[in-house]
């Protein structure tokens, strides 16, 4: 637990604030989605296993972990009105070449963390009559890719998880979406010689020059962070179930 880092969460929260969780806080798009709340009034915690601004370590692919670190969080900040699950992993592997043991590695981190995150601070949410919770999907929902089956069935997982969890929760004014982001430059979308996979001639060849994906670039974290804000706020009072998708077209080529 890093209380050496909770710098921003003196005095109580603000009339306009709100009390937010973010796993995968301390780099790429966690970490722009807490920097954007923060931002906008927000009292954040963050849920790593790495160092960060208010973060809470943690190994979120152990459920006692994760029970320990919601715990911590919700004193922390004396209640949770915004969950936004960013947290992931990806694992290479195909339906082949791949087993049970390395899809449940997947799984744990993609679709049962955010899932049992979503079951441990609904309650809290229903009972003060609101709640936002987004989760980070991705394309791979929809979109198959080769060698990369848990990733998928996790992320198609994790949107059907929204839907029902939206129709479960929405009697109790808690809100519940997901944003499905296509290529992000991240530290996940590095290769092993650290190069980004949107930087190399493959990549410049299929997509870009091709057309596949029509902005031609990879989105930046901050891109990503922009919706989940609306999502997640006050000023989002009619949405829910859906699945916002942020690929710069990447999806709706043929």
């Known amino acids: 637990m890093a209380d050496h880092a909770r710098g921003a969460l003196g005095g109580g929260m603000t009339t306009s604030g709100l009390r937010s969780l973010v796993t995968g806080a301390a780099n790429g798009i966690g970490l722009a989605v807490a920097d954007r709340l923060r931002a906008r009034g927000d009292r954040v915690v963050g849920l790593d296993r790495e160092p960060g601004l208010d973060v809470i370590l943690v190994d979120l692919a152990v459920a006692h972990e994760r029970a320990r670190a919601v715990g911590q969080a919700a004193e922390w900040l004396g209640g949770i009105d915004v969950l936004v699950n960013v947290a992931g992993i990806y694992r290479s592997g195909s339906i082949t070449d791949s087993t049970l043991e390395e899809w449940r590695a997947v799984w744990a981190v993609d679709l049962e963390a955010p899932l049992e995150l979503v079951h441990q601070v609904a309650p809290g949410m229903v009972h003060g009559g609101f709640g936002r919770i987004v989760s980070i999907t991705s394309v791979h929902a929809r979109s198959a890719q080769r060698a990369s089956l848990a990733y998928d069935v ?30 992000v430059r991240t530290r996940m979308s590095l290769n092993a010689d650290g190069v980004d996979e949107t930087d190399t001639d493959a990549f410049q060849a299929i997509y870009v020059a091709a057309g596949k994906l029509p902005l031609g670039r990879g989105a930046t974290p901050e891109e990503i962070a922009v919706p989940v804000d609306w999502l997640s706020s006050r ?8 699945v916002l998708t942020v690929d710069g077209g990447l999806t709706m080529t043929f």
């Open 154 to 183: 996790a992320k198609a997982g994790l949107e059907a998880a929204t839907r029902s969890a939206a129709l479960d929760l929405a009697a109790g004014g808690v809100l519940v979406n997901a944003v499905a982001p296509g290529f």
């Open 235 to 242: 000023e989002n009072t009619y949405v829910t179930g859906q």
